[in-house]
């Protein structure tokens, strides 16, 4: 079986990132054997972080422990020990072998078993600036800078993303400026141009700006191409999130792959790559 790395079309590659270190849709989130898997292959991989009680990041999505782990409570109000003794569950509830992960772990591992060249593991920060003391701030960067190159921090809060990676000055950042009712309020005013412009305003240092696919197809439909003024100042584009693959979805991807994103982030990475390689 060919690897799900990404597609190559009318020469661009556009990779296909696997969504909370998912290979295919019916694997848990954020298993230390498919993230190492990633690495090892050389894919694009993404992971959430959520701050701990002990001022250290846990790879987790919700700021509640109860969905994906065996925890009850905050992630906030739980220490570092605990949360290495959880387990995680996968896609229905059922509880794993794999247990959580926190950030400084996952770096030894990295440091143990480094990533093949051109692997990149998205950290994609889910708290914003506020939630940041110096401790957290030390601790991050005490973890990540032994392996920078091997990723790229991302987040909604700009400002959060430039206090952690002016922490560590070889990590590449990404930016996300989609959040709330973006969509429909872009639906209704159609000023892509001045969203697009105010996003890269806003990251002027970032390696990558990721986009809700949704958003970019929309853009197009209003006639405006909004991949392009991205690539004009030298970034990358990701458009998140493709779930499944269905007929529908593969023709949304085919618009994406036709403006040359460079990165989908998606659920399957392994069902759609199997639909569209040659």
């Known amino acids: 079986m060919v690897d799900p790395l990404h597609i190559d079309r009318d020469g ?163 930016y996300d400026p989609c959040y709330g009712d973006s969509l429909a309020r872009l639906q209704a005013s159609g000023d892509f141009a001045s969203f697009i412009g105010e996003a890269l305003t806003a990251a002027p240092q970032a390696d990558m700006i990721y986009l809700a696919y949704e958003i970019v197809l929309s853009a197009q439909d209003a006639g405006f191409d909004i991949v392009g003024p991205i690539h004009a100042v030298g970034k990358r584009v990701d458009a998140w999130t493709i779930r499944q693959v269905t007929p529908a979805s593969l023709e949304q991807i085919e618009r994406l792959l036709a403006l040359k994103v460079d990165q989908i982030t998606t659920d399957d990475p392994e069902g759609l790559h199997a639909a569209l390689a040659p």
């Open 12 to 174: 661009h590659r556009t990779w296909l990132k696997w969504h909370r270190a998912r290979r295919k849709a019916t694997d848990p989130v954020f298993t230390t054997t498919r993230i190492l898997e990633g690495m090892r292959l050389g894919a694009s991989v993404e992971v959430d972080l959520v701050i701990h009680a002990d001022h250290g990041c846990a790879v987790l999505h919700n700021f509640e422990l109860e969905k994906e782990t065996t925890g009850r409570g905050l992630v906030r109000g739980t220490s570092a020990e605990v949360l290495r003794g959880l387990y995680l569950r996968d896609n229905g509830g059922a509880i794993l072998p794999d247990k959580v992960l926190l950030l400084e772990d996952l770096c030894a591992l990295l440091v143990e078993q480094p990533a093949q060249q051109g692997a990149l593991l998205q950290l994609d920060f889910k708290e914003d600036l506020a939630a940041l003391d110096d401790r957290t701030i030390a601790n991050f960067a005490n973890s990540v800078g032994p392996v920078a190159d091997a990723f790229i921090l991302s987040g909604g809060d700009i400002g959060a993303i430039r206090t952690l990676s002016s922490a560590v000055p070889a990590l590449k950042t990404g």
